[in-house]
């Protein structure tokens, strides 16, 4: 009975290069949303994904972030040139649908850039 | 805007001294609240959703309850292993299903 499965837990990417961080929803969960948690600042939504659909990313910054959700494999959160600013703790949750439907959250994964 | 307040930022206890922890909210229309617990270094563990004003739900030591503004998470006879990070959420009517967090609250509960 596999939970949200984030990896790598933990990432360190010098400033200017690209991290790409993996979710594997729970089994049977369609719907994927990634949320970000900056230190000492509270879980913030980013995006929600459907597989192969970006249904709402209206907590994306408008540059260097991108995510997907193909028809077959896990969701992707891509962040190209990262800068410093940038580290943080990404999570990943899953859902059966959008309804009021609790969200399961995987572990996370502890970015840091230097 | 839609908002979630949690208080108080922290909270220590000793073991065995009963308190709540408050989530107020101010939203357009709520679909659901969410009660979580955060362990350091770990990701949101789901505790409670709560859907209607007068709702309860109860497990262990714990016990949920929601008004048309607030939701409070009571803690009964704690233990040194409740201490974590409680994070509340809510789900808007309006929005695709995304929760909203409030900023948590830490309980530390000493033996």
């Known amino acids: 009975n596999a939970g949200v499965m984030q990896n790598p837990r933990h990432l360190v990417r010098r400033r200017g290069q690209e991290a790409r961080l993996r979710c594997s929803p729970m089994k049977g969960h369609s719907h994927v949303y990634w949320y970000r948690q900056l230190p000492e600042e509270g879980l913030k939504f980013m995006v929600y994904l459907q597989k192969e659909n970006i249904i709402d990313e209206s907590g994306m910054p408008k540059e260097r972030f991108s995510a997907e959700f193909p028809k077959e494999g896990p969701s992707i959160l891509r962040i190209q040139q990262v800068v410093r600013g940038d580290s943080a703790a990404y999570f990943c949750?899953?859902?059966?649908?959008?309804?009021?439907?609790?969200?399961?959250f995987g572990q996370g994964t502890r970015l840091t850039v230097v | 805007e839609d908002q979630v307040t949690q208080s108080p930022e922290a909270l220590r206890l000793q073991e065995g001294e009963s308190s709540s922890l408050n989530c107020s909210y101010t939203?357009?229309?709520?679909?659901?609240l969410f009660w979580y617990r955060q362990d350091p270094g770990k990701g949101p563990e789901f505790l409670f959703t709560l859907y209607s004003a007068g709702e309860e739900k109860e497990k262990e030591r714990l016990k949920a309850t929601l008004t048309k503004k607030e939701s409070f998470l009571h803690i009964t006879a704690p233990k040194p292993e409740d201490s974590a990070t409680y994070l509340c959420a809510v789900q808007v009517i309006s929005n695709t299903g995304k929760l909203i967090f409030g900023q948590g609250t830490t309980l530390q509960v000493k033996p």
């Open positions: 939203v357009s229309g709520l679909r659901g």
């Open positions: 949750a899953s859902s059966p649908s959008s309804g009021v439907y609790e969200a399961f």
